[in-house]
Each structure stands twice: as C-alpha cells, then as structure tokens.
C-alpha cells in the first residue's frame, strides 16, 4: 500500500466533484439563481449560466477521473488517471478561484483554497 495517500487524496477529490455536481445537476436552477445574484455586477454577470454547465461538466469529469484512478492504482499501481484526476482537480478549483476572486467572495476564495492543498498534494505524489 505504498500509494495509500494517494488513494485517500483522490478518494476525497472524488467525494467532493461527484458531490458537489450532483448538486449542480440536481438543483440547476436554484444554484442558477444563487449565483446570478452572487455574479451580478461582474464581468460573469451575462455568463453565469454557461459558467455553471461548464463547471458543472468540469466537477463530474473531475469526479469520475479520481474514481478510475483510485481503481488503476488498486489493479494495477499505475497513476495515470489519478495524475489527470489531480490536474483537472487544481484546474477546476482554480477556475472556481477566479470567480469568486471576480465576485469579492474573499471568504469563498479562502475556502477553495482549503480543498486546492490536498489537490496539489495528490498532484505531486501521482508524478
């Protein structure tokens, strides 16, 4: 078990994309309307919706890339889908950065960051 870390940072990116798509694709439009109002007056204000169905597809792909590299490390030890599952992670997290950097949500930015750590950590150890 010597990818072990490995195995729970990509189990705990794959809880939080799968999660937190399904919550986009289950209540599309009151996340819509939530963030139509958090991106008023910003340079998203006309794009939220195209923004949300991108992220959403961004978190789901993300999701599912830590799930497939979770079962090639456990087959086979190989790391190539958990590193593309980390990359999109840090890519996905940083977009969603620069949102809410755009929206002056510095206590969002803030959180984002928290869950950015373990992304890049996974990152480093799956290269």
Avoid at 82 to 108: E, H, N, P, V
Wanted: net charge neutral.
């Amino acid at each position: 078990m010597e990818n072990l870390a490995s195995l729970f940072v990509l189990l705990f990116l794959a809880i939080t994309f799968l999660q937190s798509g399904y919550d986009k694709f289950t209540d599309f439009k009151g996340n819509l309307s939530w963030l139509t109002e958090h991106f008023s007056g910003t340079l998203f204000a006309n794009n939220v919706s195209i923004a949300l169905k991108i992220i959403l597809l961004l978190e789901i792909v993300t999701g599912i890339l830590c799930v497939v590299g979770i079962i090639e490390i456990s087959i086979s030890g190989g790391t190539a889908f958990g590193k593309y599952g980390a990359c999109l992670s840090c890519i996905t997290l940083l977009m969603l950065l620069f949102g809410q950097r755009i929206a002056k949500d510095y206590d969002g930015a803030r959180t984002i960051v928290i869950y950015l750590i373990p992304a890049l950590m996974g990152v480093y150890w799956l290269s």
